[in-house]
């Protein structure tokens, strides 16, 4: 007698409706916040282990609890924009426990230079 067993194996789904902002043109100096919505649309909860910003001038916070299966939580990005000019790309790489392991935030500004 043969006996099969299929197991699904449980994950965490790291969702954002929109992870990539476009931020309208702004003047250098100025500090521009944006919040994304994280969503777990897995089996088990999503932790945040850590996260890399490409360079100071853009800092993230969120609630460093994990996010239960069907839940949200917000994440803050804050970009100063001081020293700063002409177009900018940032990116924020997340560490997570979710099947990609490393996930993508990102946004773009225009940064006029001050007078």
Same mark, same amino acid.
């Given at each position: ?12 789904? @790291? &969702?954002?409706?929109?992870?990539? #902002? ?8 100025? #500090? #521009? *916040?944006?919040? @994304?919505?994280?969503? /777990? ?6 932790? #945040? &282990?850590? &996260? ?13 609890? $994990?996010?239960? $299966?069907? !839940? ?6 804050? @970009?100063?924009?001081?020293? !700063? !000019?002409?177009?900018?790309?940032? &990116?924020?790489?997340?560490?997570? /426990?979710?099947?990609?392991? !490393? *996930?993508?935030?990102? @946004? ?8």
């Amino acid at each position: 007698m043969l006996v099969l067993t299929v197991s699904h194996a449980q994950e965490a789904v @790291f &969702y954002v409706r929109k992870p990539d #902002i476009h931020f309208p043109r702004i003047e250098e100096g100025q #500090i #521009i *916040e944006h919040t @994304f919505i994280i969503e /777990n649309k897995g089996d088990v909860p999503l932790e #945040i &282990y850590s &996260y890399d910003v490409e360079c100071s001038c853009t800092s993230i916070s969120y609630d460093a609890q $994990p996010i239960p $299966p069907g !839940k949200s939580s917000p994440l803050t990005l804050r @970009f100063d924009s001081s020293g !700063k !000019k002409g177009f900018q790309d940032r &990116y924020i790489l997340l560490e997570t /426990n979710s099947l990609r392991r !490393k *996930e993508q935030l990102h @946004f773009e500004v225009w940064v006029r230079q001050g007078k």
